[in-house]
């Protein structure tokens, strides 16, 4: 079955430490793989997006990683700022009509406290 | 951001009566989505458009219909409602098909609410 899981489901940090969220899936095949943002009561804003070749991808202080081979990818933040506190959200793109389908993972609750 | 308006942004209704949600984009894009999003559920797809009159059901679509007559309009309607139909819904847009690696925008969302 194809799905997406993330970890931590939840995650207090304080302003200005790093933190390090984790997606790992199961989709087969997979062409591509997002980090959104959604802050609450809000649409959730694309952060980055990596193809299967890819290994990286930053976005101001926002860096993802994929590694095709084990079917993981990360999304680092550095330097935390109160207005990181949001749910970040895993998507991956697998098989279905009309170029793919995308799954998504449940997302992780960061919370940025000063 | 991207152009996309949702509306109506909260709505309540009763126990079976239609709804329409409508999904307005200014962006010209090709492909259109209507997602729901639930507590312990990631984002599941309800329907897609991927041209006028061009559409085709996703993972959720029971109970939900959906009519794309222009580019820029995608109408989520909810034929009789149901209290398990409360949720939060996200119209989302693309130029390309997903699998191309293009950005995906999303709207708003509209919170319905069925009583």
């Known amino acids: 079955k194809n799905q997406v899981e993330q970890s931590p489901q939840s995650l207090i940090i304080l302003e200005g430490k790093n933190c390090t969220l984790q997606?790992?899936?199961?989709?087969?095949?997979?062409?591509?793989l997002r980090w959104y943002k959604q802050d609450t009561g809000r649409g959730p804003v694309s952060l980055t997006i990596?193809?299967?070749?890819?290994n990286t991808k930053s976005n101001g202080r926002y860096t993802a990683t994929l590694d095709a081979d084990t079917k993981q990818s990360s999304l680092h933040i550095t330097a935390s700022q109160l207005s990181d506190s949001a749910s970040y959200i895993c998507?991956?793109?697998?098989?279905?009509?009309?170029?793919?389908?995308?799954?998504f993972g449940q997302g992780t609750e960061l919370s940025v406290k000063p | 951001d991207a152009g996309i308006t949702q509306s109506p942004r909260h709505k309540v209704t009763e126990t079976g009566t239609p709804v329409t949600l409508r999904c307005h984009q200014t962006?010209?894009?090709?492909?259109m989505y209507w997602y729901r999003q639930d507590p312990g559920h990631g984002l599941r797809l309800i329907h897609y458009?991927?041209?006028?009159?061009?559409?085709d059901k996703g993972e959720v679509s029971d109970g939900y219909s959906v009519s794309r007559s222009k580019t820029e309009d995608f109408l989520l309607t909810l034929e009789s409602a149901t209290s398990s139909q409360t949720s939060v819904y996200f119209c989302?847009?693309?130029?390309?098909?997903?699998?191309?690696?293009?950005?995906?925008?999303f709207g708003e969302g509209s919170w319905l609410t069925v009583v």
């Open positions: 989302a847009i693309s130029a390309t098909p997903p699998g191309q690696g293009n950005t995906i925008y």
């Open positions: 997606c790992n899936y199961t989709v087969s095949p997979f062409s591509n």
């Open positions: 990596m193809t299967f070749s890819e």
């Open positions: 998507v991956v793109n697998g098989p279905g009509n009309q170029g793919g389908k995308l799954i």
């Open positions: 962006e010209n894009h090709r492909y």
């Open positions: 458009s991927y041209g006028v009159k061009d559409t």
